[in-house]
């Protein structure tokens, strides 16, 4: 089970800012911060770090689980709204299920300011609400 995961970023506040709104839905603030260092979580525990830099590093796919399908559609006008950029010209990135994967597979993609693509995936069946 991971623990955190940390993402160096080219725009420190720009970044700060875009994941603050995009992860609000899911309950997650600023859980702590140090220089150029912020750490995404709750209960002051960070589970996402960015650090200000230089962005040499090919950007990654992050994954974050929600409760529920709806929390999946807040994560993504969130992020929109935050100037995330839709990653639908690679895998469609609309809030919508996933059978390719599993059958209750319910997702968002977005690209965040650096170009990584954050995922929010909800993996309970529609009908368990």
């Given at each position: 089970m991971l623990d955190h995961i940390g993402l160096t970023?080219?725009?420190?506040?720009?970044?700060?800012?875009?994941?603050?709104?995009?992860?609000?839905?899911?309950?997650?603030?600023?859980?702590?911060?140090?220089?150029?260092?912020a750490g995404f979580g709750w209960g002051g525990k960070p589970q996402l770090l960015i650090k200000g830099g230089s962005t040499t590093v090919p950007a990654v796919n992050i994954a974050f689980s929600a409760e529920d399908r709806e929390t999946v559609q807040a994560f993504y006008q969130a992020a929109l709204k935050a100037g995330a950029a839709d990653s639908a010209s690679e895998e469609g990135s609309a809030p919508s299920l996933r059978p390719e994967y599993h059958a209750d597979y319910f997702s968002a993609y977005v690209r965040d300011p650096d170009g990584h693509r954050v995922e929010v995936v909800c993996h309970i069946p529609a009908d368990a609400f």
């Open positions: 970023v080219h725009d420190y506040e720009r970044s700060k800012a875009f994941y603050l709104a995009a992860l609000a839905p899911l309950g997650y603030e600023l859980a702590m911060e140090m220089g150029d260092w």
